[in-house]
């Protein structure tokens, strides 16, 4: 069978590590797959690669550093011309509510005989789309909810119950699976924490907190409302953002303005910018804590963030609010510690447990990579969608 995957993400980022992942394990599997997504950087070409022999990554151009409105038209111009004129059996769209990926699967359903699958991985009508400007915010509502319905999709996968109950809300009469997203147990795996430290050139003393990617809206003030407390317990504790934290619009402002509101604590903040994947295992190993804050917003519920799974392959001890799957795995695997959401006095109850009592935090840091290992391993993951693609026959 040849695959067709639709991610309208930058290489390297988000939604395109979830479609990486099946595309890797499935094409090792025999089936042939295309995936087409945004390069990691700003360029005009079209790159090829072929990181095996049936998987094929296109990555299209991106115009500026960041996020780019005419970059998404274009990038849409060229997905509309890949569904048309490529050779494929099924094609699975990710994030249609992004043009680059909604309209190209749209037009699939009236000009070509294909079958198409749509994946979910993130709420935008009343999520992320409140962050775009009223047109995007609009356009990308719109998608979301047609997309599925206009392409005749014979199914949909999601990552998560609450975006299950979110397609069932919206009359959808196709399957729907729920894939989680998985972790990467071979390139992120535990490491001496001493040795990583020594590493990265961070002193062994320290205490660390540590947080990985993207951290939005008010999950970013819980953290470092909560980090506030742990300072005046703890006040040689350091807090690393490790990554990204974010660069777009209305979600850029935010972070700037919740700086300021906690200037007094940035200097045992360490902002250490984007690292090559390959270097992620020394930071997360490095922790002493791994933190998660979530918002019980729709955002928050609906999501599976990629760096949960990164969280528990490093084998490190984990807290987060008690929200959507991560609460869920969280609690029933006793694989980390959950508080209440945005109860900032608990979070930061918690993160001073997990501090004080290391062997505690050991043990749940190592059933949390053995969930990673277990449950959330790409190869398992992996079954599932391959079950979704032989039920469409």
């Known amino acids: 069978m040849k695959l067709l995957y639709l991610n309208h993400n930058f290489e390297g980022e988000g939604t395109f590590l979830r479609c990486y992942h099946f595309a890797r394990v499935l094409s090792q599997r025999g089936y042939r797959i295309d995936l087409l997504c945004t390069r990691g950087g700003p360029g005009l070409p079209l790159i090829v690669r072929n990181p095996t022999g049936n998987l094929r ?10 996020a780019s409105y005419f970059g998404y038209t274009v990038r849409s111009v060229i997905n509309s011309i890949a569904v048309l004129f490529k050779t494929f059996d099924v094609l699975h769209s990710f994030a249609v509510a992004i043009p680059a990926t909604g309209i190209p699967t749209i037009l699939c359903r009236f000009l070509r005989d294909k079958k198409i699958v749509v994946d979910w991985d993130d709420a935008w009508g009343g999520g992320l789309a409140g962050f775009a ?27 998560s119950e609450t975006l299950r109950e979110r397609a069932n809300e919206f009359g959808f009469q196709f399957p729907i699976d729920k894939i989680w997203n998985g972790a990467d147990t071979q390139t992120i795996h535990p490491v001496d924490r001493d040795a990583s430290r020594a590493h990265l050139g961070i ?22 409302s909560a980090f506030s407390g742990v300072l005046k317990k703890k006040p040689d504790t350091k807090l690393y953002f490790v990554g990204k934290i974010c660069e777009y619009g209305q979600l850029k402002r ?10 007094n604590i940035l200097s045992n903040i360490v902002f250490t910018g984007g690292k090559p994947f390959d270097q992620l295992k020394y930071y997360l190993s490095a922790a002493d804590l791994l933190v998660l804050p979530m918002e019980d917003c729709l955002h928050d519920r609906a999501r599976f963030p990629i760096r949960f799974g990164d969280y528990l392959a490093s084998g490190r001890p984990i807290i987060a609010n008690a929200v959507g799957e991560i609460k869920l795995l969280l609690e029933k695997h006793r694989a980390g510690l ?27 840091g190592g059933r949390g990579r053995q969930l990673a ?17 032989q039920n469409l026959s």
């Not at 002193?203 to 470092?224: A, C, H, N, Q, V």
């Not at 935010?254 to 200037?263: A, G, L, N, Q």
């Not at 109860?343 to 505690?360: A, H, M, Q, V, W």
Request: aromatic letters at 8%.
């Open 57 to 66: 990554i296109i990555t299209l151009p991106r115009l500026r550093a960041n």
């Open 133 to 159: 400007n009223p047109v995007a915010n609009h356009i990308t509502q719109y998608l979301e909810r047609v997309t599925p319905t206009l392409s005749k999709s014979k199914g949909l996968t999601v990552v």
């Open 203 to 224: 002193p062994p003393s320290e205490t660390i907190l540590m947080s990985m990617g993207r951290t939005y809206t008010k999950s970013f003030d819980i953290l470092l």
């Open 254 to 263: 935010y972070i700037k303005t919740t700086k300021r509101k906690h200037t």
């Open 338 to 364: 959950t508080t209440p959401p945005e109860d900032i006095p608990k979070f930061t109850e918690g993160i001073l447990s997990f501090l004080e009592d290391r062997n505690t935090a050991e043990e749940y």
């Open 373 to 389: 290992e277990e449950k959330l391993n790409w190869e398992t993951l992996a079954d599932q969608m391959h079950q979704v693609y």
